[in-house]
């Protein structure tokens, strides 16, 4: 069962997407499935098909927490030296700082690195890339959290932008924070010193198409609306439309992030086109995941409200297709990314490797 | 009585204000002046002080009407086809359009040409730039008017956009015309077939740059935020504040329009920076007008709600100075302004010419 080929209307967009196939997801729908009853079978069984894709990576003496950890110190260090703390007006840079230095894996950003190193440049080249990339991800959670889309009270177990700061700053640190992106990777300022931006300004100009295109009407803009024509409707959302909202909301800047890297790094347009159909693998992944944590993990867990999708009649993959044939199809997207790292030199694919890897596992 | 050298502490942002005077302000607010009585006798003194300024242009040939013209024909054609009627999700490009094609009279995309054509450049070079500050300039409008900002339900005569589409769909068209901007700018396919976007990489980089700058923290939106701070507070608002909200909610996109023009058509670094003055000239220009406007004309007149910032206790110019004050300050920008284009071929620099003189004239 094709996905996304024979798709509802709204398949016409100019949003492509990677077909990807859920081979036992047909007739599957079974909301009424006990989630409870059967969790603790099923997250042994999800082992079981992710170990299954996993094929033991030759890899095997990478240390991901390590290079997680250094990647994400460094891009913090970067967000906090962007936007200055006390300058004015404060109480804009303050909310700005607010949302952007709130923690979070910096999934993103790592992504955008690892991608520019498997594509042949130094990490470094991308860092304002990177940064870029998690403070568009940023803007776009700000807005959604609005009372007038999501109206979500807790971010990352605090409470949100607009709580804090109201809904005019909010909306404002969002737009700020969007076009600081792109002013960022637009700087000679934001690069380190040992890189000359000006050395190859027509890579940053193509870095900048890309992810500006993953922000609007192809993008998280085009996600968010069909998601709020979804939410409180009593009609049954069905697959194709799930999956056009992830392919927008969350895939479109995860494949930005990568394929932004990707170019910054010197790749060619073949290995671009192939780290492409590794991001949109992982972007579904992503979400797929964070759907079937929200139905089997705690709030305290999350840091987030947790069980709010099932609460608020949002359509998700375990209410869809259940808990079982969502880990099915999670195991399916880490293999089908995982597949495209192949023809790359092991060592530099390693951690693109096991970002993936740890996408499909994560806890929360 | 230098404006902004001795400034509030916002004064310490990342703003540097080009100096301008106003010799005769010292001592002039006249908030209980009556401003009816005077209407008739000001705009006659008015029309003198321009006058004045002018100095008998030697291009009083060029066609300034058909100038405009033809710049807003082909900047609403460029507008018209970067957002496909149509496509979905439907009311997010419905209200995108909406927003974006509802006339208005294209001044910063035509600064935006003139500067490339008096920079050197061909000014079909600067359509994808001068499109994306329309872009820039409409999400500004679209977030300004919405209900937790300052609630405007009428915008060049007809219903803003939240009225229209709703708050969400407002929030969001704002967000993927923003991006839009920056898209278009970075894309090959923006361009006029006879021109190559990848053969000055660099310049659209720092064009890109320039433009990001203009939005955020630096610009539009600290604009904003400030002018929020002010609205509905009783303390008096000193003229010094006034002019940080107009500096950068106004002039901000207003100078990024014709620098980014002066980037994309090769000028360089002194032509540059003397455009950058006659922009900033212009942006306060513009914004004096408009104060001058909102108290001397009729809501018809204006497509929007006049007396609106009067009614709303905002402060304006008219009110710290008075009209007459307001209008010598308007007249002392304009010459600052034209002084900036003696150094340029007197043909080339016409329409920038023409164009300070029309902000300084214009009756909506």
């Known amino acids: 069962m094709a996905l996304a080929s024979h798709f509802h209307p709204l398949a016409a967009s100019r949003v492509h997407p990677c077909p990807v196939h859920l081979h036992s997801a047909a007739g599957a729908p079974s909301p009424s499935v006990s989630l409870a009853a059967h969790h603790h079978r099923l997250r042994r069984r999800f082992s079981a098909v992710v170990a299954a894709a996993a094929a033991s990576p ?32 404060a109480a804009l840079h303050d909310a700005m ?22 594509a042949g440049g130094p990490e470094a080249w ?11 991800h940023t803007m776009s959670l700000v807005h959604d959290d609005l009372p007038c889309m999501d109206d979500d009270d807790l971010r990352r177990g605090k409470p949100t932008c607009h709580v804090v700061y109201g ?12 076009s600081l992106a792109f002013h960022h990777m637009a700087s000679v300022g934001s690069y ?9 300004p027509a890579r940053v100009v193509r870095a900048i198409g890309e992810l500006a295109r993953c922000i609007g009407s192809e993008g998280l803009v085009a996600g968010q609306v069909v998601d709020l024509e979804m939410t409180g409707t009593s009609e049954a959302v069905p697959l194709e439309r799930l999956e056009y909202i992830h392919l927008h909301k969350t895939a479109a800047l995860l494949e930005a992030s990568v394929v932004i890297g990707a170019i910054i790094g010197g790749g060619t347009d073949e ?11 992982i972007g579904l992944l992503f979400q797929v995941v964070d759907d079937i944590l929200d139905v ?40 089908d990314a995982t597949e495209q790292l192949a023809g790359f030199d092991k060592e530099k694919a390693a951690p693109l490797l096991h970002l993936a890897y740890y996408i499909a596992h994560r806890q929360n």
């Open 58 to 89: 030759a890899t095997a003496e990478f240390d991901f927490k390590a290079y997680m950890g250094e990647r994400a110190a460094a891009v913090n260090r970067a967000l906090d030296a962007a936007v200055p703390a006390g300058d004015p007006p």
């Open 97 to 118: 700082r607010y949302a952007l230095l709130a923690g979070g894996k910096r999934v993103r950003p790592a992504l955008c690195l690892a991608a520019c190193g498997v």
């Open 126 to 136: 991308a860092m304002p890339a990177a940064a870029a990339v998690e403070m568009v």
């Open 167 to 178: 809904e005019p700053i909010a909306v404002l640190a969002g737009d700020a924070l969007l």
């Open 192 to 200: 380190p010193p040992d890189v000359d931006p000006h050395k190859h």
């Open 271 to 281: 290995q671009i086109e192939r780290l492409r159909k590794y991001a949109r693998s």
């Open 296 to 335: 089997t993990k705690s709030s305290e867990e999350l840091g987030k409200t947790a069980g709010k999708d099932l609460a608020s009649d949002k359509t998700t993959y375990p209410k869809l297709l259940g808990l079982d044939k969502s880990r099915e199809f999670a195991g399916k997207l880490l293999s």
